[in-house]
């Protein structure tokens, strides 16, 4: 289902790994889109009561990745492109601390 993010249910538990281990976990366009749909779910997940987000390999997550040249990715090259990327960012990480608590909590 992701490309970037290995997602594992355990009960009530929902793993969200970071998964770009040859990169250090670095972010790029895919993983921000990617983390964005995730989040856009949880709301109607019954069963997730936490998530816990983690990065395989050794490194969480080394920031953004530089070295992506992708168009939905890079922060080096025009300006529009690289706001449209912090500002979908920024979002992602409002709506990690937005969200909603558990209906069973």
Not at 38 to 66: M, Q, T, Y
Not at 86 to 100: A, E, G, W, Y
Request: aromatic share 4%; net charge neutral; hydrophobic share 40%.
């Amino acid at each position: 289902m992701y490309e970037t993010l290995d997602v594992r249910r355990e009960d009530s538990l929902l793993w969200v790994t970071l998964n770009r281990p040859q990169r250090l976990n670095a972010l790029n366009g895919r993983m921000i889109e990617e983390l964005g749909s995730l989040l856009d779910g949880l709301p109607e997940d019954r069963e997730a009561c936490v998530v816990i987000l983690r990065g395989a390999g050794k490194a969480f997550c080394s920031g953004w990745d530089l070295k992506d040249e992708s168009a939905e990715g890079s922060l080096t090259g025009p300006v529009d492109v690289a706001l449209r990327l912090q500002r979908r960012f920024s979002n992602v990480i409002l709506r990690m601390r937005r969200v909603p608590a558990s209906p069973r909590a």
